[in-house]
């Protein structure tokens, strides 16, 4: 016996040497490795990205906030709650709690939880620093870390750290920054109820705080105020106030005030180019170019648009989903059910709980009993293609069942059936003086996709032949010059007009307006490709990517966002002078204004000299950029306070005579074509645009202006089909931009390009372009640039220079 004694009494000394060596070999292994002392005794502050409105309305807030504070401003209180729930033995252990990790690894062994081993100090060892670590390796360095700390920090050294670079979810770093955000409050105003809830969110900060499930997170509230009790550092009465404190924790200094989604993650792709990961902590605020009114009405257009205009015109796809209808009162289940699912736009999420005649009974997630009658139910006709949604429902159960998962948006005081669309689109807003972007719209919801179809490159269809039409008036034709429509063959591309007809020679206005197709073809095969391009590309277009060779170009083939039709028709409104769409206006952070947006701007009384001086200037049009430090840095001229930068003067890329005649070829489209229901829906004159509409229809567009504003809008799904054979621009597009442009446009004066000298008006005949008698019928005076106007007494003939080609059609051209 002595002698089995003597073996395991060496063997454990054996075995203790052996640990203390290898734990003794890894701590001088690791050493090197950890952090010194003063690379992390101070916290820094650190503030989220703000991004802005041109008028300062909150767009978006992006990153974590954090406060730091000194041991003296924690209240004992939280103290006690950090220490009874994380570390009972904080001021006893030395930094590890070996017997705390032992009890941790024999339970993992039994399988049972009898708690971790990590303590506050390990936890902060593991804030500090081997995030970039695996989970093995971050935990074998804690330890010897925590040690470290522990001898080089006092216990409120500790505690003050944690507590100031703890994450509390929700954006925030921090106890000061938690309580800012949970509660709006100081830390010194938080009371013990509410220190319990900040105590027990940390395992799980983004799942279990009180904003996202408050249920749960009371739970776990009550879990640490029993553990405080349990622990003697609070007394009965406490305990009993605690407990009896409701869950009032919201999202506070993040209270959104525009909707746009999609703006803000151009911004912040933008700057994560330039400064990387810092923009999240560095306190920048961006203030952007977007007109908070427009935007919200950029919305609520778009949103409405696509569910009024498109999807509920096509038929009920059904509901989302079927819920199980599980025993007496399946609605514990269904709430749960609920709870996870978002809303989307305008619907959001719920169950059928009962199906009568001619009404849905409903169940929203927060636990609400609804309504939805006969008025919200009779469009839901059931979807069998895009061209067919039939029969009509007759009764409720004709549209759902009990449990089904529905959704439901509320429209004109009362609930309705809805149904998030398939379909997408985008809508975007641009000024003509300088290319501010006002408003922005890339889906119907940033949550449900964050695809920005504004940045998406489709084909615009006839939206498309503003340019080509441009590019003919620049070269010499005139809106009198005729072209024919009749049949056209290149090789075995014979195209067609939407009518399926041809009628003959017609002016380039009158084409131009009924957006025939023939005509566009023969135009583009007389001016030729270079021309074009040239004239596209002036107008902000990156022609490199269109196909040469190909005449269906002119028709719209080519892929183009819709930030560029929205720009390129701005030029048109100011009179043919470059701008760069822009949506940045200013960059600030903590030590002031590092960045000021100057862009070229529209000057309609400038001289010859002021213009070409100021298109060599916009080459070196400053810009934010990084110093050595990597800190945000500004080039010196932008440095300069504001009123001393002359302003740049935006460059004029074609005859402003050009423009102008293209205002009233645009303006005709708006009378007379395609977009007629904008003159019969807004009582003004100075309203101008163009429809386009693919093969398919696949993609539709509608893109106007006035001298102010010009918003392009673009509908279609993000994998190209058929939209279904009665859609056009006119019937999808059109509305949405009416229902925008009435509130962009509400209250303000009407205002249209001015009259550029050098243009003439002559009598005509409106379907020949022939000089007209007075009081001949059918007649209209046209406007030209003096130069390819036509004679008082007979038509130009045609030559190289002129375009007024009325005489040269034979017989064999036209059929």
Known sequence: MLKTLKILFWFGVFCLSGIFMVASAAYLYL????????????????TPLRILTADHKLIEEIGVRRDPISYDEIPPLMVQAVVASEDSRFYSHPGVDFRGLVRGFYGF?????????????????????FDSDNVYARKLKEIPFALRIQQEL???????????????GQGADGISAAAAVYYDKTVDEMTLGEFATMVSLLPCPSVCNPVTDPERSKVRRDVVINKMLAQGMIDRNQHAAALAEPIEAKRHLRNIEVNAPYVAEMVRQDLFELYGDDIYR?????????????????????????????????????????LPVVGPDPRERWLQDLNVIPTYGNHQP???????????????????????EWSGLEWARPFISRDNAWPPPQQASDVAEVGDLIRVRRAGGELQLGQVPEIQGALVSVSPDNGDILALVGGYDFQYSQVNRALASRPPGSGFKAFLYGAAIEDGYNPATLINDAPFARGEYRPQNFERNFVG????????????????????????????????????????TFPRNDLTVALGSQDVQP????????????????IEPTFIKSITTLEGVVFRSRQPTVCDNCSAEQATETATDASVRAESMLNGEGDIAIQDREALPEQQLAPLVAEQVTDPRVAYIMNTMLRSVVEEGSGRRVNREFERRDLMGKTGTTNGPAEVWFTGFNRDIATSVFVGFDQPEALGEAEQGATVAVPIW????????????????????????????RDTGEIARPGQANTMFEVFMAETAPADNARRPADSSNRNNNENLSTETIF
């Open 563 to 578: 930030l560029q039709m929205a720009t390129g028709y701005a030029m048109i409104a100011n009179g043919g002078h470059r």
């Open 738 to 765: 009416i229902d925008f442009m009435k509130v962009a446009l509400a209250g303000t004066p009407e205002n249209i390009m001015p009259r550029p000298n050098g243009l003439v008006d002559h009598l005509i005949d």
């Open 282 to 322: 560095l306190g920048i605020e961006v203030v952007t170019s977007i007109d908070s009114n427009m935007q919200i009405a950029a919305t609520n257009a778009l949103r409405s648009g696509l569910e009024n205009y498109y999807d509920r015109r096509h038929g009920y796809r059904g509901p989302e989903a079927k």
């Open 505 to 544: 020679p017609i002016t380039l206005r009158n084409a131009f307006k009924d957006s025939r197709n023939v005509p566009a073809v023969r135009l583009y095969d007389q001016l030729g490709t270079s021309k074009l391009f040239d004239f596209a590309a002036r107008f902000g277009f990156n022609t490199d």
């Open 31 to 46: 050493s090197p490795q950890l952090p010194s002392a003063e690379s992390y005794r101070e916290v820094q502050l650190e």
């Open 154 to 168: 006092s216990k409120e050294e500790i505690l003050t750290l944690y507590l100031n670079l703890v994450y509390f």
């Open 109 to 129: 062994l039994r399988g049972v939880n009898l708690g971790g081993g990590s303590t506050i100090t390990m936890q902060l060892a593991n804030n500090i620093s």
């Open 350 to 372: 719920a169950v059928v709980t009962e199906v009568n005649e001619r009404s849905l009974n409903i169940l929203f997630r927060d636990g609400s009993e609804h309504t939805i």
